[in-house]
């Protein structure tokens, strides 16, 4: 007696297409999450710097003392830590966001455009871990720092992730 071959679903192609995913959602949130920390830090700096320089002004020119200015000083130094917390709620926010969506962007994610970006992240060196993982504070703090001291590689990278984020394909929206 024969004996019937049962086949059974091919979970090595399974299990590639859920890691291929896996890290194309952890370049898009990872790459997001560093354009909104560096613009909120550009403008936040920025509304510091300008705020300061009204404040000490007003506050010179009224003849306040100088520790005004040194308490406007103060809260300058804790904007960063503010930030920091901020950047890491906004991961947490979006990996959640993604991951729920997971089976609906599945479809999507089947194209091979987005391949592209998981490439341009494995052909940049760093002594960091890949964008194509989930990153931890300490991790995306690193980028972020090599992005603020203009690091050329970083800086290159992140433009062609961003040149990559804008040229895919976009869902199709739902009709209320």
């Known amino acids: 007696m024969t004996k019937n071959k049962t086949t059974q679903p091919d979970k090595p192609a399974e299990k590639k297409d859920e890691n291929r995913e896996t890290k194309i959602l952890n370049v898009l949130c990872n790459t997001s999450i560093l354009l909104m ?3 909120t830090e550009a403008f936040s700096e920025m509304f510091t710097t300008i705020s300061k320089e009204m404040m000490t002004a007003v506050a010179t020119g009224l003849g306040a003392p100088e520790d005004a200015t040194k308490k406007i000083d103060a809260l300058h130094q804790q904007l960063p830590d503010h930030l920091r917390k901020e950047l890491i709620t906004m991961k947490n926010d979006l990996a959640k966001h993604l991951m729920e969506k997971r089976a609906e962007l599945s479809p999507l994610l089947a194209d091979p455009m987005f391949d592209q970006g998981v490439a341009i992240v494995e052909r940049t060196p760093f002594s ?6 989930d990153l931890d504070e300490h991790s995306l703090l690193g980028y972020l720092t090599l992005l603020q001291t203009n690091d ?3 800086t290159t990278m992140l433009k062609e992730l961003l040149e990559w984020m804008n040229s895919l394909p976009q869902p199709e929206k739902k009709e209320k």
């Open 128 to 133: 960091l871990p890949l964008l194509t993982q």
């Open 152 to 154: 050329p590689r970083a």
């Open 37 to 39: 920390t560096i613009m």
